[in-house]
């Protein structure tokens, strides 16, 4: 265990930030590590989990001496925070956070902190579709991607810092400037969470097919989009709205690609549709040999199922 600062402060401590808590005292990152969180409700959670060493709501108050300072709260609300850490901040501390978005992060955020503290937005490219501080596990970050978007200046001992943190959390750390990140992740995150809220929410509102034929049959595919669809409201209210002209790119030329598929169908072109079907096919192939996904059948469904039978009741 080889520790890195001598004190860690998290503010927001949902799925990211307990998850985070929770590998920093794995690998023993830190002398201290405090918690803050808006609501007590939370506080309290945390402290049973006892994810910390010490809990505090004032975010300003909490941190005070701390070596590093990781934002984890709906991108919406970071300049908030931002707004009420700046005068507290220690000289030299690094500032990051895990936002999903990435320039608005930076137009709310950097305003607000003062030059002698090293800002370097962030974002661990991992995740669920559970929230909260129960939701978090050591292992989340385990042979992901996390992105760094340091900005112009940026003092490049720091940078190494942060990226030597992230990869003791067992990330692999790459670096893009906040644009490119914002338009990688609206077609890789944003857009088939968005597909998947409306693919979800147009069953819902049909009327030939019953609620109840929807969930029996889902495990033909529909349940796929269900996982998705069930992520955390807030959040992903705020990468609407905060990645919006990156996402509108996107959909655009997703509502073109759809209309051309859309004809394929209508005018019975079968060569179209299977010469795509196949394309599409080599790419899954290509994240399962990066290993970004597992290759056992059913997205190992199966194998969950036969290694927990109880689980199944
Ligand atoms: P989460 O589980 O919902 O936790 C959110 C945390 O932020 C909680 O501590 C919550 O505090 C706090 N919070 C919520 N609204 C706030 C507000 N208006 N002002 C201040 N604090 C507020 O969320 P998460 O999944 O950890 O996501 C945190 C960040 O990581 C987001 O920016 C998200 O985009 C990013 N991210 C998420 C994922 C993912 O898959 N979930 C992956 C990568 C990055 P209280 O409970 O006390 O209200």
Redesign the pocket.
Known sequence: MDQMFDKITL????????SVARVIRREGLTGHLTIS???K???DRARQLALGDDYVSDCAEAVRDADLVIV???????G??AEQISTALKPGAIVT?????KLSVVKQMQPHLPDNVHFIPG???????????D?GFAELFTNRWCILTPLPGTDEAALSRLKAFWERCGSTVETMDPEHHDMVLAIVSHLPHIIAYNIVGTADDLEMVTKSEVIKYSASGFRDFTRLAA??P??WR??CLHNRDAILEMLGRFAEDLSSLQRAIRWGDGEKLHDMFTRTRTIRRSIIEAGQETDAPDFGRQAVAQAEPEAEG
């Open positions: 503010i927001g401590v949902g799925l990211i930030g307990s969180t808006r609501t409700e939370t506080l984890s709260v709906p991108v919406g609300a970071s908030m925070v956070d895990a936002g999903s978005t974002h661990p490219v991992a995740g669920t579709e559970q929230s909260g501080p939701a992520s955390d807030t959040m705020d990468v």
